[in-house]
């Protein structure tokens, strides 16, 4: 069975500097990523996804993502955080093969500070 | 834009009670999940469906149902609450058979089980 970690649990950061989320899956083969996001009292919705072809991955509001696959990491940037990026942040992945759902990390929770 | 509609922003039930959570989606997508959302834990998949009158367990379907018998509704149900069946209740579609294809969200119902 597959499996993610995020290893930071809650990350403090001010307006302007630079975020990095780390995201590790546990599975063999073949993999689709995604990055959910959820701010304050609103649903989780769709950052960005990497399925093939270039391992790096732009998504909404300036995130990017890279999949670096010997690392078996898929772990989220974005070069200058504002305020309004507030939020939990979930790695997520399904197996080409396996299930249609998907396994989730545990989430970080980004606080950024004006 | 994909519309995912729980029945329920907060619940109250006592335990014992047999408890219903209602989701409608409105894209005519062929997969629904329901998940549980804790702090630390993430998001942990309880049940899934692919198609009508269709199932699948997920991770932790101990203590739950569901029931499918439309396309856009997935209903989980609750046989006879317990406290520690105290989350948050997330619903989500996609479509197709890819995996790569996202999933929509709903606000999620935040259920106490006294």
């Known amino acids: 069975a597959q499996s993610v970690s995020q290893h930071n649990h809650h990350v403090i950061l001010s307006e302007a500097a630079s975020l990095e989320l780390g995201c590790n899956y546990s599975?063999?083969?073949?993999?689709?990523l995604f990055w959910y996001v959820q701010y304050p009292g609103q649903h989780l919705q769709l950052l960005l996804k990497?399925?093939?072809?270039?391992?790096l991955v732009k998504g909404i509001k300036g995130f990017e993502a890279e999949f670096i696959k010997s690392k078996f990491s898929f772990n989220l940037r974005k070069p200058s955080v504002q305020w309004s990026d507030t939020a939990e942040y979930f790695c997520?992945?399904?197996?080409?093969?396996?299930?249609?759902?998907?396994?989730f990390g545990s989430g970080t929770r980004l606080q950024v500070q004006p | 834009d994909v519309k995912v509609t729980q029945s329920s922003r907060y619940l109250v039930k006592r335990t014992g009670e047999k408890v219903f959570l209602e989701c409608v989606q409105d894209?005519?997508?062929?997969?629904m999940f329901w998940y549980r959302q804790d702090p630390g834990l993430g998001l942990r998949l309880i049940y899934f469906?692919?198609?009508?009158?269709?199932?699948e367990k997920g991770d932790i379907p101990e203590g739950y149902s569901v029931s499918r018998e439309k396309k856009e509704r997935f209903s989980l149900i609750l046989e006879s609450a317990s406290t520690n069946q105290t989350s948050m209740y997330l619903c989500?579609?996609?479509?197709?058979?890819?995996?790569?294809?996202?999933?929509?969200f709903g606000d999620g119902t935040r259920l106490s089980i006294l």
């Open positions: 599975y063999g083969g073949t993999v689709n």
């Open positions: 997520a992945v399904n197996a080409v093969t396996g299930r249609r759902a998907l396994t």
């Open positions: 469906s692919y198609d009508v009158k269709m199932k």
């Open positions: 894209m005519d997508h062929e997969n």
């Open positions: 990497y399925f093939s072809g270039d391992p």
């Open positions: 989500a579609s996609s479509s197709g058979q890819a995996l790569n294809q996202p999933q929509h």
